[in-house]
């Protein structure tokens, strides 16, 4: 990587002799609860370099956005506050200056990106307004000059349309879009110094790819350095040059990134890494035999919502959010759904337990949904449960954590109560939680303990599928892992199905039977998953892989053709339908679509 | 936009026919008889039979309504039963003065309550907020009578910066109008203030902050529209409430708006009056409503109307 930035960025020669840009010395961040004085952030130290990118990596609860806050002077008062320690940003000491002055150097010397894309801009001013202000908080020109300048900044982001995003509103714009007019607003005064906070969390796989592109090509352009925060450790190995890991507010290791991908001194950065889901060939545990009966077979399923206009609120569009799905999850095996945001996955989901109207055939463990009784629906929801993304709004924050696991067995009456909280207490343990904890609250676990009561809940009735959507995405890596082994012993031992609904392709290799890849509602590609990673056929398929970023320092990526503009849309005026895409086989049920022209 | 407000013209005129009716229905079952405030004590049967029979109050409730009904569509809201004049001169010869008290009372309630609101929340935890989170208690907890006596005992008597009562001037509206939106810019502050506690702890203000903008400029640029969203809806709501104070704060300050007139006709069972009044409140109401909604896409660019 070091070599490569050297042959191209002239400026910002070897980062260990280039005069250090910013300095952290022994920065403690203390918190003030109930009149005691408790650090988070304990004796961090870094230099960053000219042109440097420095990679703070470590788990939710590190410190690692309270450290990015702090640099900016951001961190919220009176509760949080610099307790000891010095910010230099070129022998200036930010940690003394007053607010007045900080506010020049925020935007201008320091800049940051967010996490969220879809939240960090105003949504009630235009992009090219918020672009404008930020360049006259700072530079005494013109309005006009000042909208010339922004141009130029979104011109740059190689945002399409740059013009016409100007009088826009951040709504109008995807989370991708959204991201770049940050980046633009960030490097807009050219700052010494770009912090970004989880830049790409919250983007697709594709998008995440080019925005991280974006980033590096402009850092090399302006001799930026960067402090990336994140939890992606693919991320880490694409970006840095040197990398912190965090745990608990403290520096646990700190070093070239090679060092620290090939040789990691510490346990924690070892057990970090070996957490990491890496993205293979699909080679390995060979997948289920296929004499097993399907639990749940969908034929031509299809879910279109409906958008209304005009006097009589008629339906004028559609939003075609599930087009001719036709697939067969059999007892006992994995199967799951890939795709980027929008693409319809997590509406199949929705439609298999009932949650949304659909047109086509859906036949789950023996039931035909559709028109059903109320008595029918409940004895399907018996067979089907579904374990949702965030844990914490899927428990009710006023019951018990033994009430909400034992609900389902109440609601269908299943055992005296004695029996119900004995089984409760079984399904806890067997979840890796302890009996002792049934009359504890939501609040009171942490996030991967939680997602493990959500399971607890779905193994209640003992159905024969569980709906996974994106049951494991919204958790840190180590948790993450813990509890994909737990989904993985609870298939083996009681024969459940999964449907394993995620955006992450690593995930899904490790975890996953057979694979459906989804594009625009239709499925695009489906097969085994030695099938599906060892030989992708389709170009989206190909595209989504190539994308992922890859946990190895060495690892060269091989270009990846450009998404000719924006994703389309899935929204269709009444009458007219996405084509469909038939799908091919290719032997031994790996079925792939014909690819459209340019996709 | 334009589908939009047709529709809800049809859904407003529907609302208006349920209110119509159940107004009418009401009154209908009412134990108090028109008949004998107009009649007097004294009157005959036969009297009372015969003013009944020309007020159609003999026939069944569906004839009545109808007949009600059927004026109304006209433009006809009946006579007075006892001013013997048109209900709809009556009315109009008061509008004005409600409507510029409920505009008066509206400023007023929005100046108070949003900037005390903004001033709660940017101070929040702190000493000011406390105190005016109680003033703003107090001031939605007091009855309207209350404080109106209190203003004109102050304002009006003891420093006559006032009139003590009357229409005319602006100084005449400034008390009645204060009254009225008292009540409302203690809701309104309380609001504003937890609206705005949200909106600074958005992401969107971290940005703001984060590009060096000034204090001044990130509160009134980007907090303040955002927060002010969730109380643009309230406004319509408000017209509602306002209707049931106006009949207190104009009897109190003798302001001769419908409110009055409103009092006057329940006292004598002046069903025309009563029927009249409670279709143009509820006209006020159903179209303040409207307003409210159609200003929302003026502010908030993700809202279209359709």
Request: charged share 20%; aromatic share 4%; glycine share 8%.
């Amino acid at each position: 990587m070091i070599e490569v930035k050297d042959m191209t960025t002239g400026a910002a020669a070897a980062p260990d002799t280039a005069p250090p840009v910013l300095q952290v010395q022994g920065l403690t961040i203390s918190v003030r609860a109930e009149g005691r004085e408790r650090p988070l952030v304990s004796d961090l130290s870094f230099t960053l370099a000219r042109g440097e990118t420095i990679a703070i990596a470590g788990e939710s609860g590190s410190g690692k956005s309270l450290t990015s806050l702090a640099i900016m002077g951001l961190l919220p008062p009176p509760a949080l506050r610099v307790s000891e320690g010095r910010i230099l940003l070129n022998d200036q000491d930010l940690t003394s200056l007053s607010e007045s002055r900080m506010r020049t150097v925020r935007g201008n010397r320091i800049a940051m990106i967010f996490q969220e894309p879809m939240t960090s801009l105003n949504p009630v001013l235009t992009i090219g307004l918020q672009l404008a202000e930020a360049i006259r908080a700072h530079e005494p020109i013109s309005k006009r000059e000042a909208r010339a300048r922004a141009l130029e900044a979104l011109k740059a982001v190689r945002i399409s349309e740059p013009e016409r995003r100007m009088g826009q509103y951040p709504h109008e714009l995807s989370g991708g879009m959204r991201q770049r007019v940050m980046i633009a607003m960030a490097l807009a005064l050219r700052p010494d110094v770009l912090i970004a906070d989880e830049p790409t969390t919250a983007l697709d796989v594709t998008v995440q790819r080019e925005v991280l592109d974006l980033l590096r090509d402009l850092q090399r352009e302006m001799g930026t350095a960067i402090i990336l925060i994140t939890h992606d450790m693919g991320v880490v190995s694409e970006m840095a040059e040197r990398v912190i890991v965090m745990k608990q507010g403290r520096a646990v290791e700190q070093g070239p990134v090679r060092q620290i991908f090939e040789a990691p001194q510490e346990s924690y950065t070892r057990d970090l890494l070996a957490a990491v889901p890496r993205m293979g060939d699909g080679s390995g545990a060979p997948a289920r035999d296929g004499d097993a009966a399907p639990v749940a077979s969908l034929r031509d399923v299809r879910v279109r919502f409906d958008i209304r206009g005009g006097i009589l609120s008629q339906v004028t569009h559609r939003v075609h959010a599930v087009e001719n799905v036709s697939l067969d999850i059999m007892a006992g095996e994995t199967f799951s759904l890939v795709g980027e945001s929008g693409c319809g996955k997590s509406t199949i989901a929705k439609a298999l337990v009932g949650l949304v109207p659909h047109q086509g055939r859906i036949e789950v463990a023996g039931h035909v949904l559709g028109g059903m009784k109320s008595s029918d629906m409940k004895s399907l929801r018996r067979d089907v449960q579904i374990v949702f993304q965030d844990p914490m709004a899927a428990l009710d924050p006023r019951m018990r954590v033994g009430e909400l696991v034992g609900e389902p067995l109440l609601i269908h009456a299943i055992g005296t109560p004695e029996e119900r909280r004995e089984r409760v207490a079984g399904l806890f343990e067997r979840v890796g939680l302890s009996r002792d904890q049934l009359d504890r609250y939501p609040h009171e676990f942490s996030g991967g303990q939680r997602q493990r009561i959500c399971i607890a809940r779905a193994l209640a009735l003992q159905p024969k599928l569980i709906v996974a959507d994106e049951s494991v995405s919204a958790l840190d890596v180590s948790v993450q892992a813990r509890v994909l082994d737990l989904l993985a012993a609870l298939k083996r031992e009681f024969g459940i199905a999964y449907l394993f609904i995620s955006h992450d392709m690593a995930v899904v290799e490790n975890i996953s039977d057979r694979v459906a890849v989804m594009y625009m509602g239709q499925i695009v590609e489906m097969g085994t998953r030695a099938q599906i990673f060892g030989n992708p056929r389709h170009p989206y398929t190909k595209r989504l892989m190539a994308a992922v970023p890859v946990p190895d320092p060495t690892h060269r990526r091989p270009p990846v053709p450009r998404l000719a503009g924006e994703v389309p849309s899935p929204v269709y005026p009444v009458g007219e339908a996405p084509q469909r895409l038939p799908l091919r086989n290719l032997g031994d049920g790996h079925l792939v679509a014909d690819a459209p022209e340019p996709m | 936009m334009l589908a939009y407000l047709t529709r809800r013209l049809i859904q407003s005129a529907l609302i208006l026919l349920g209110v119509s009716f159940i107004t009418f229905f009401l009154l209908y079952v009412l134990p108090a008889d028109p008949v004998r405030q107009i009649a007097g004590r004294s009157a005959t049967a036969e009297t009372v039979a015969n003013i009944r029979h020309q007020l159609g109050l003999d026939q069944p409730f569906v004839v009545q309504y109808a007949r009600y009904l059927g004026g109304l569509v006209q433009g006809d809201m009946g006579r007075s039963y006892l001013q013997k004049t048109e209900v709809a001169t009556l009315i109009a010869a008061r509008l004005p003065a409600t409507l510029l008290l409920m505009l008066g009372a509206i400023v007023a309630e929005l100046v108070i309550g949003l900037s005390l609101g903004v001033i709660a929340a940017i101070r929040r935890g702190g000493a000011l907020d406390q105190s005016l989170m109680i003033t703003s208690f107090v001031a939605v907890s007091a009855p309207q009578f209350v404080v109106g006596l209190l203003l004109l005992y102050v304002f009006a008597v003891k420093l006559s910066w006032f009139p003590i009562g009357g229409y005319g001037s602006f100084s005449h509206l400034v008390l009645p109008a204060l009254t009225l939106g008292i009540m409302g810019s203690g809701w309104y502050s309380r609001m504003m203030r937890s609206s705005m506690i949200d909106v600074l702890r958005s992401d969107y203000i971290r940005t703001a902050r984060a590009k060096g903008l000034k204090r001044m400029r990130v509160l009134a640029l980007h907090a303040m529209p955002n927060a002010i969203l969730p109380i643009i809806a309230m406004i319509g709501i408000d017209i509602g409430i306002f209707m049931s104070g106006i009949v207190v704060v104009e009897s109190v300050f003798g302001w001769p708006g419908i409110g009055q007139l409103a009092w006057q006709a329940i006292q004598r069972v002046d069903i025309p009056i009563i029927m009249g009044v409670t279709l143009v409140s509820a006209c006020a109401i159903v179209l303040g409503n409207l307003l409210a909604d159609m200003i929302t896409p003026f502010i908030d660019p993700r809202i279209k109307l359709r």
